[in-house]
């Protein structure tokens, strides 16, 4: 019973939060609508790049190929060309190549419809099987796509802001983070809501809960949250011992 509350507490926090979130950076957008397969091509070109850099590499893969078949069909080489400017493209172009193979002998054909009709779990593990697909990309691919699946996407901002604020572990991965969170968010939740929660605590990730310092003392989640309270007690013991 215990436990019960204590999960039925953690939603209505994490509820509050989104809500906290969306009054200080307002509605998020546009919600992308890209077909699965080509959802799984930006998610897996677009790790640890900038938005404008990865979305240029797309693009570039659309224009030099024409269509996801023939980037299956073309040399690494040609697809590295293409996608030279994202980070580790070195990695990315074989794992692009040997996913969208994978995908074609699965299905018979380039296709990820099967999906749509799996629970969002099994249709995690189905995406996590293929070649340089992590808990990220898979997400992003159910979520972001017209699969419009309830999955969340958890990023480097998204994940540095569960570990500030306790959710979890300073060390915890993004598949762990992922485990730990998703339980805990309500089931009323469409995948449009679950995609304003991952851009809101990306937002606030990239703007105040900075990498190094974060900038505490403008964040709308202050309240609420372990770090702040943690270094609010610290400087408060600081005071008191100056007093002393
Ligand atoms: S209060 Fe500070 S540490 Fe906590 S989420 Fe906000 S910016 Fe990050």
Partial sequence: MQLLLNLDDRTHELTDIHQRLKRHFGLQGP???LDPVSQLVMALIGGKTRGEVSLSAFEGLVARFGHWEA???????EI?????????AELKAPRLKASLLAVTRAHGAL????????????????LERLPGVGRKV????LNFSTLRKAALVIDSH????????GYVGPRTGIAQAYDLVMPLLPESWTARDFDQHHQLMKVLGQEICRNGVPIC???PLRSVCAT???????RHDAGQRRQA
């Avoid at 296709?111 to 189905?126: F, H, Q, R």
């Avoid at 898979?138 to 691919?141: D, F, W, Y």
């Avoid at 702040?228 to 610290?234: K, N």
């Fill in 31 to 33: 919600y992308r609508a």
């Fill in 71 to 77: 980037v299956r069909d073309a040399p690494v080489a």
């Fill in 80 to 88: 590295y060309e293409v996608i030279c400017g994202v980070t580790f």
């Fill in 111 to 126: 296709t990820l419809s099967p999906l749509e009709d799996m629970a969002v779990g099994d249709a995690l593990a189905w």
């Fill in 138 to 141: 898979a997400a992003a691919t």
């Fill in 158 to 165: 998204h994940l540095r802001v569960l570990r500030r604020l």
């Fill in 217 to 219: 003392e403008r964040c």
């Fill in 228 to 234: 702040a309270q943690r270094d609010g007690r610290r």
